[in-house]
Nanobody
Framework: VQLVESGGGMVQPGGSLRLSCAAS????????MSWVRQAPGKGPEWVSA????????YYADSVKGRFTISRDNAKNTLYLQMNRLKPEDTAVYYC????????WGRGTQVTVSS
């Protein structure tokens, strides 16, 4: 089983990034997916989730209206489009598969700074 995040980097406030999470080794379409982030010196923070079919999505208040979660079950890939980024969005972003089992990626760093 693998979840591999990509797309992180450094961006100025107000900028955008698109994170991807490539899944393999399990039936991606049978799992709900989430993004969870952890800022330096803080605990994990749930960011967003999407159900198996992609028809229902959920967001933390801190990102609602700025971030969009989506998935492509044919490509076994999860996405997070992040717009109007703020310095407080700086964190390591992890993708998580939840269902019959629970899987985590290793994370991708997002830094928002001028």
């Amino acid at each position: 089983v693998q979840l591999v995040e990509s797309g992180g980097g450094m961006v100025q406030p107000g900028g955008s990034l698109r994170l991807s999470c490539a899944a393999s080794g399990f039936t991606f379409g049978s799992y709900g997916m989430s993004w969870v982030r952890q800022a330096p010196g803080k605990g994990p923070e749930w960011v967003s989730a999407i159900r198996t079919g992609g028809d229902k999505t959920y967001y933390a208040d801190s990102v609602k209206g700025r971030f969009t979660i989506s998935r492509d079950n044919a490509k076994n890939t999860l996405y997070l489009q992040m717009n109007r980024l703020k310095p407080e969005d700086t964190a390591v972003y992890y993708c998580n598969a939840w269902g019959p089992s629970d899987y985590w990626g290793r994370g991708t760093q997002v830094t928002v700074s001028s």
